[in-house]
C-alpha cells in the first residue's frame, strides 16, 4: 500500500517568507509526527498528532512554528517569518496508534532558506 | 535526558570487509531499537527493529545487530560489505509509554573499492 507522502520534496524560499510543508500519513495511522533533521544531525522530535489534536509540541523550536491536522489525517506544518536557521530535512512519520512503537517515515522535504 | 550515541562520526571500510557500527542508548527502561540508513538527500529507510525476544535481529540488506542489555548497546553489523553500503546510518530508540524517538547523531560509512 502507500506508505507516507510528503510535499513538496524540496522547498526553496526566502529569508522572511511563510512556508507550509503537507504530510499524507499511511492511511487508517491514527499517529502523526514531525521531525527536523539539520545537516550532519539526527532527526529531532518536533510536534505529534494522535487524531486531530497536538498531544506534544514540546519539540517545536519557537513560537514561528505551528503544525495542524485539522481532519485527523493530513497534516501542515506552517513555519512563518522563515530563518536561515530553519534550513533543513523535515520528516513526517506515522504510527497506526500512539502506542505502536513503529513510526513509518516519509521522504521528506528539505526547505533551504536564503 | 535520554540519549543515544553513535561515538564514531566516520567509518571507512574496504569493500568485502566486515563492518560494525555502535549505539549506546542512556541508561534506563529498555527501549524499542531501531537502525536506520539514509542516502543523501533522501529519506530514512528502516533496517531493523528490536522490541523485545532474541536479542539478535535479523534485517534486510544483509545487516544484523544485536542488543546487550548489560552494555546499553545495540550495535549494527554486517559480515561483508557492499559499495552500495556507503551511506550514513542512524541509530534510535523509543522508550515504553512514550512516542518519540530519540536519534543518535549518525555514522557515515564510505566504502573503498
Known amino acids: 500500500g502507500a506508505g507516507v507522502s510528503q510535499t513538496p520534496s524540496n522547498k526553496v524560499t526566502e529569508k522572511g517568507k511563510y512556508v507550509e510543508l503537507r504530510c499524507d500519513p499511511i492511511?487508517?495511522?491514527?499517529?502523526l509526527y514531525w521531525y527536523r533533521q539539520s545537516l550532519g544531525q539526527g532527526p529531532e522530535f518536533l510536534i505529534y498528532?494522535?487524531?486531530?489534536?497536538?498531544?506534544?509540541d514540546s519539540g517545536l523550536p519557537n513560537d514561528r512554528f505551528f503544525a495542524v491536522r485539522p481532519e485527523g489525517s493530513v497534516s501542515t506544518l506552517k513555519i512563518q517569518r522563515t530563518e536561515r536557521g530553519d534550513s533543513a530535512m523535515y520528516l513526517c512519520a506515522s504510527s497506526s496508534s500512539g502506542l505502536d512503537p513503529e513510526q513509518y517515515f516519509g521522504p521528506g522535504t528539505r526547505l533551504t532558506v536564503t | 535526558a535520554q540519549s543515544v550515541t553513535q561515538p564514531d562520526i566516520h567509518i571507512t571500510v574496504s569493500e568485502g570487509a566486515s563492518l560494525e557500527l555502535r549505539c549506546n542508548y542512556s541508561y534506563g527502561a529498555t527501549p524499542y531499537l531501531f537502525w536506520y540508513v539514509q542516502s543523501p538527500g533522501q529519506g530514512l529507510q528502516l533496517l531493523l527493529k528490536?522490541?523485545?525476544?532474541?536479542?539478535l535481529v535479523q534485517g534486510i540488506k544483509g545487516f544484523e545487530a544485536e542488543f546487550k542489555r548489560s552494555q546499553s548497546s545495540f550495535n549494527l553489523r554486517k559480515p561483508s560489505v557492499h559499495w552500495s553500503d556507503a551511506a550514513e546510518y542512524f541509530c534510535?530508540?523509543?522508550?515504553?509509554?512514550?512516542?518519540?524517538?530519540?536519534f543518535g547523531t549518525g555514522t557515515r560509512l564510505k566504502v573503498l573499492a
Open positions: 534510535a530508540v523509543a522508550y515504553p509509554g512514550t512516542y518519540k524517538y530519540i
Open positions: 498528532f494522535q487524531g486531530t489534536g497536538a498531544a506534544d
Open positions: 528490536y522490541f523485545s525476544g532474541d536479542t
Open positions: 492511511s487508517g495511522h491514527t499517529a
